[in-house]
């Protein structure tokens, strides 16, 4: 099986939401980062399916569409 690609982020967290992330990973016997990664999936799925975000997405999508017809001079 070929090593899956990933990407490196740095993850700036304080001190007492690190210890429990710490906490979380020994006693599941897992390492910090595959339980960061499994929370981050998770907020990423919870986010595909909130009609609030969804509605953000779009603003911003508009916003930028607009900027970027202003700046070829599309108006």
């Known amino acids: 099986m070929a090593k899956e ?10 001190p007492e939401l690190a210890e429990h992330l710490q906490t979380v990973a020994a006693v599941e016997g897992r390492s910090v980062s595959d ?12 986010r595909r399916t909130d009609s609030g975000f969804s509605r953000l997405l779009e603003e911003n999508l508009s916003r930028h569409e607009e900027s970027l017809r202003r700046l070829r001079g599309d108006d």
């Open 35 to 46: 339980v960061a990664r499994e929370a981050i999936a998770e907020l990423v799925d919870r």
């Open 5 to 14: 690609a990933t990407k490196n982020i740095l993850l700036r967290l304080d």
